[in-house]
């Protein structure tokens, strides 16, 4: 048994386990794929203070980090259901999808999210050469160019008005006849010379040269008739979707959406159980916030053991 389990082992989980490993609590991290979604990234220009660097190169590093330490890592290992502790200071039980029961006093769930794909013909063979998820990350690559938001909701209305500052002309596109976004936002967007917006229009692919995106092809839902937009980037915001799934039976407090819900000290309704990173209901999801998040978890689960003696 841990006194610290970590589920999920993306720049949260990495966090959280140099952390608690510091205060010498025995710790164990299980992760489907060591790493987290920084594995599917290329260029990352925001982790402050390292101007440069590549998603496999970081997950290289996390894993070095952790490596220094005495943390028990379990790649490769898919948690299935959790079944919190019977009272305070009890151990809590993971059971994996090799049959396998983990059990710990606290535990740090930080499984991560995953962006909804449009599943297009173009989209995963182009993804990083012009597909793009975040425009946070990715919005000044495409510096005076033309891209496509697709999505209508406040994630995709934010991200048009986000990209509008920076590149050249935004076309957005949105299935329904009309969009979903907060009413101010819908102004500010439509208030912006170099924005287009395209309803009840459904992208049927997404079209390159071989090598990089040039262009999206979508089939006007009122008419039926085919079109095409040249454009170099394409941004997609239909949803990011937490990875909290196996957790709907035990108890915790998910939001509507699904995250994971945490207070200001990422605790869980449940006693001994916090979270942290994209699986949560902090908002702006991003490497250097689930790391900030992971570690303060950490710290709250110290907190907890120093507070609740062993039952
Ligand atoms: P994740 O990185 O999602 O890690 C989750 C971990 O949990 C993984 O190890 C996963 O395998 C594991 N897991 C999931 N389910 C289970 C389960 N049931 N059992 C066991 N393990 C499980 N952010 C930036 O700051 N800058 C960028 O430039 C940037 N670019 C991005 C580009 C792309 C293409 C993508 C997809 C994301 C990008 N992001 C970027 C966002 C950033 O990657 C995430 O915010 C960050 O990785 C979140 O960290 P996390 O630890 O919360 O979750």
Known sequence: PFEVLIVGGGPAGAAASVYTARKGFSTGIAAERFGGQVLDTMGIENFISVPYTEGPKLAAQLEAHVGEYDIDVMNLQTATRLIPAAQKGGYHEVVMDNGASLKARTVILSTGARWRNLGVPGEQEYRNKGVAYCPHCDGPLYKGKRVAVIGGGNSGVEAAIDLAGIVGHVTLVEFDSKLRAD???????????????????????????????????????????????????????????????????????????????????????????????????VPYKQIIIAMGDGSKAALSAFDYLIRNEKV
């Open 183 to 281: 009413e101010v936002l819908q102004r500010k967007l439509r208030s912006m010379a170099n924005v287009d917006i395209i309803v009840s229009a459904q992208t049927t692919q997404i079209s390159g040269d071989g090598t990089k995106v040039d262009g999206l092809l979508y089939k006007d839902r009122d008419t039926g008739a085919e079109k095409r937009v040249d454009l170099e980037g394409v941004f997609v915001q239909i949803g990011l979707v937490p990875n909290t799934e196996w957790l709907k039976d035990s108890g915790i407090a998910l939001s509507k959406h699904g995250e994971i819900e945490v207070d200001n000290h990422a605790a869980t309704n449940l006693n001994g159980v916090f979270a942290a990173g994209d699986c949560t209901t």
